[in-house]
């Protein structure tokens, strides 16, 4: 029996997973989180009703997309994780910034443009659960809570333009570095490109309102979306491509520009996220292995920062230095003349802070639950 795999085709850390395993030559079934098993089998031993969640063959439950990889990659050899400094370290960027540094374009593209992106939305949150009388109640219980994840990150009428000016900066940039290159690093996937897969495939690079900029303004980067969901490389309008990583651990100046670009609200926003949950950590008393809950008791954690003169406040997510402290681990495994490589490039593109920015508490992933150390 294959490994299976419990994700809808519209959500956001499902893509991550998925085509790590398709990418992987992995085989599975993927099955809705409304399949009449997920509630039965599954939630009991995954803790929480997230997805996505993988069975394995042997039968163990594995939630969340970093862990799935996670136990593959450590099977198998790392066959996705570059093994020098630099492009390790970056590989590790690339998994933050998907997992959590472009979560605020990602559901206003997807939430506030109901005109050409409700229908679309409404048909899979209406078959992501089985048929029962209170069908579309809950389909529309369950968008409006989502909807409200917009505001959550930091949306609002007034910011809304600069949300939009600044995923615009990135998207045009990660186009340049996908001209000449079809994966992040070269010519075959890293952690980082499953990471930025999971809010560019199923929320920007799929919901019609998006979908239809990236298509018609960066159409490399659609490509590499398409890509990222295939087995082979797919990549033949790329010619004399090669099939690894690139050598002597060069990062390219296409990479470091889209770096540059995600620095700007990147670093103050995990500034500020820091400095929230650590005060929270001051005056709450926690034991190891205490959960650590996505949002700060009812989101009363805040993280408030500027951007270009622009104010936003939004949740401050402990899962962020979750992401975080593994690029910080990447960095202290390296030699003194290898961290020296890794704080030019970061440097360079205004991130080298972004290495010493901790809780005062560590987190790490037990039973599958991210906990306090």
């Known amino acids: 029996m294959p490994h299976s795999l419990y994700a809808i085709p519209h959500s ?152 939009e000016t600044l995923y615009m900066e990135f998207l045009l940039a990660l186009d340049k570095h996908f001209e000449q290159y079809p994966y992040l690093l070269g010519w075959k996937p890293c952690i980082g490109d499953f990471g930025l ?61 889209v770096l540059a670009v995600v620095a700007q609200d990147l670093l103050p926003e995990t500034k500020a996220a820091a400095d929230s949950i650590n005060e929270w950590l001051a005056s709450s008393p926690l034991a190891s292995g205490d959960r650590a809950s996505r949002y700060l008791g009812q989101n009363d954690g805040k993280a408030k920062f500027t951007v270009r003169g622009q104010m936003f406040e939004s949740g401050a997510q402990p899962y962020r230095f979750f992401q975080l402290q593994l690029v910080q681990d990447a960095y202290e495994s390296c030699t003194e003349n290898e961290r020296a490589s890794v704080d030019a490039i970061l440097d360079s593109c205004g991130l080298q802070e972004l290495l010493t920015i901790k809780l005062g508490r560590r987190l790490e992933q037990r039973d599958n639950l991210e906990v306090w150390a």
Not at 64 to 71: H, N, W
């Open 197 to 257: 897969l999971a809010p560019m495939f199923a929320h920007l690079g799929r919901d019609p309102k998006p979908l239809q900029i990236m298509q018609q303004q960066a159409v490399h980067v659609y490509r590499w979306v398409e890509r990222m969901n295939r087995a082979h490389q797919d990549a033949p309008e790329h010619y004399n491509t090669g099939s690894g990583y690139l050598a002597d651990d060069e990062i390219p100046e296409t990479l470091l520009a």
């Open 12 to 163: 956001l850390y499902s893509g991550r997973a998925r085509s790590y395993l398709i990418k992987n030559n992995i085989p599975f079934e993927e099955f809705s989180c409304g399949h009449e098993s997920f509630k039965a089998e599954i939630v009991p031993e995954a803790k929480l009703s997230t997805i996505p969640v993988l069975r394995t063959e042997e039968g163990q439950i594995i939630r969340d997309g970093a862990a799935i990889i996670e136990y593959f990659e450590a099977a198998n050899g790392r066959p996705c994780q570059p093994v020098s400094p630099k492009q390790k370290v970056v590989s590790g960027l690339f998994d933050l910034i998907g997992a959590e540094g472009l979560l605020r374009p990602a559901m206003h593209y997807r939430w506030n443009f109901p005109e050409e992106n409700l229908s679309f939305l409404h048909y899979h949150f209406f078959h992501s659960q089985r048929a029962h009388p209170d069908r579309e109640a809950k389909t529309q219980h369950m968008m409006n809570k989502m909807r409200y994840a917009a505001m959550v990150f930091g949306v609002t009428d007034e910011s809304r333009d600069l949300v």
